[in-house]
């Protein structure tokens, strides 16, 4: 009789452990589902590579690379007060404190209490007899056995989601040091464009001066004046245009760098910070550096987890409780050692039919694990289409920079030739506002030309995931 309980207990061991060796198995995630990465960018000389997801890799301190002491003190400003890195800084924690309670389940639960009751008749299955007090006071314990690692996928889970907070933080913080040195270059190369225009004006009245003389002297038509007059008008309308797009990206650097609008104000300023080069050689650790990218890897693995979480819930769960303390009819006697009570005990409980529940739930972890996978993916390939754009970027408006250059050198001489020409009445007056308004198209675009370089490059500072040192 013995031999054979002993043989049905090990029998009960050995599925038990059985069953949770199938528990903890997790779904694979295929490779094939996933994008191959290239050998090397299609832009650069081949030398850029690939490294493994890091979403706590500190991202540098790149915007000093452009040599502005301003950008770098709105920089720090925008890291101490924006409103999203805060809420990004508080999901984390809030990341954080879920993975402790979520581990916390895995731990004896232990707690104290007291009761004071009066019952007579039948309680509980017991005959409790006349009317009488009851009072008792103990500690009670419990404790889950995870045999079939429902705690600890739920553990492992809750783990990856607060990594993956802490990659939308770094993205976060880097997206808003991004915005901050884009909207900073955009306002300091609309000061230039600015002072180019306005000075456009001073040159155009000056014209409009010389052409007033002379229709007074007889030499030209009243129309001269007027198409003079007229382009003076024009560029101050431009000029104000220009006002008003400065006024929209000081506001917006306000609300950047986390500051009311109405006492923010960045001074007009000589725009002179450096252009850095990222080195051609630099290797992309794209999927090391980049936060969006981590904090999607880890959301997918938090899914696959999950997957197991609901696997878990078709074994029984097994907990082991107890609770030690001291009961009596007389609160006097309450704390005698004859009073002393223990319980001890062993549950298991598993559903039988739950109507489709805990295979739906599965489905449904399935299925979010699959929805991870392609997101995962998606993100994977706007990385690197992230960094071919700006390469190419790059590599064209340097192109563009160098035929804009000669553009503004021509220009200007045909505008110098023009101006002298009709000083000496060798042209008309067209002749002289079609040169002056092709000098200033050159120069604008010049400056366009240079603004958008500053913003591939932080947008390929961006793309590989912060700085390259």
């Known amino acids: 009789m013995i031999s054979s309980q002993m043989e049905w207990g090990l029998s009960l061991v050995f599925l038990t452990v059985l069953l949770a060796g199938c528990a903890t198995s997790l779904p694979k995630i295929e490779p094939e589902k996933l994008p191959q990465p290239p050998a090397a960018f299609k832009e650069g000389d081949g ?208 609300v950047l760098v986390g500051e009311v609008v109405s006492s923010f104000s960045l001074p007009v300023a000589e725009w002179n910070s450096a252009l850095p080069v990222i080195p051609a050689g630099l290797p992309s650790t794209l999927l090391t550096r980049r936060p969006d990218v981590s904090a999607a890897q880890q959301t997918m693995l938090a899914a696959q987890a999950r997957v197991g979480v609901a696997k878990a819930a078709y074994f029984p769960r097994v907990a082991l409780t107890g609770t030690a303390g001291y009961a009596s009819t007389d609160l006097s006697e309450l704390f005698e050692w004859s009073s002393r009570a223990w319980l001890l005990g062993a549950v298991a409980s598993l559903p039988v039919f739950d109507g489709g529940r805990r295979k739906a739930g599965v489905e449904s972890a399935t299925a979010q694990m699959e929805g991870e996978v392609a997101r995962y993916r998606e993100q994977i390939l706007v990385a690197f289409k992230d960094v071919e754009d700006e390469l190419s970027s790059l590599r064209l408006l340097a192109e563009q920079s160098e035929a804009q250059g000669r553009a503004v050198q021509t220009s200007s001489r045909s505008t110098a030739l023009s101006d002298v020409r009709y000083r000496n009445g060798y042209v008309s007056q067209l002749d002289l506002l079609d040169a002056q308004r092709s000098e200033l198209r050159n120069r604008r675009q010049a400056l366009q030309v240079r603004s958008a370089q500053y913003q591939s490059t932080i947008a390929l500072v961006r793309a590989l995931g912060g700085g390259w040192d």
């Open 47 to 254: 030398r850029w590579t690939q490294a493994a997801p890091a979403e706590a890799r500190p991202r540098g301190e790149w915007w000093k690379a452009f040599a502005d002491p301003v950008l770098d003190d709105l920089v720090e400003r925008a890291n101490r007060s924006n409103t999203s890195i805060q809420g990004a800084a508080a999901r984390l924690a809030q990341a954080r404190a879920f993975v402790r309670a979520t581990d916390a389940d895995r731990a004896p639960q232990i707690g104290v209490g007291a009761s004071a009751t009066r019952a007579q008749g039948i309680v509980g299955g017991t005959f409790v007899g006349p009317a009488r007090n009851i009072f008792a006071t103990g500690v009670d314990f419990s404790y889950e056995v995870d045999l079939f690692g429902r705690l600890s996928h739920a553990t492992n889970a809750a783990a990856l989601d607060a990594q993956a907070q802490e990659g939308l933080l770094q993205s976060a913080r880097l997206l808003v040091q991004a915005q901050v040195a884009q909207t900073y270059l955009a306002l300091r190369a609309l000061d230039d464009e600015r002072s180019l225009v306005r000075s456009t004006v001073g040159a155009y009245r000056e014209t409009l001066a010389l052409t007033d003389r002379r229709w007074r002297a007889g030499d030209v038509a009243e129309l001269d004046v007027t198409r003079a007059a007229t382009e003076v008008a024009a560029t101050e309308s431009d000029a104000l245009a220009l006002d008003r797009q400065r006024a929209g990206l000081e506001h917006a650097l306000a």
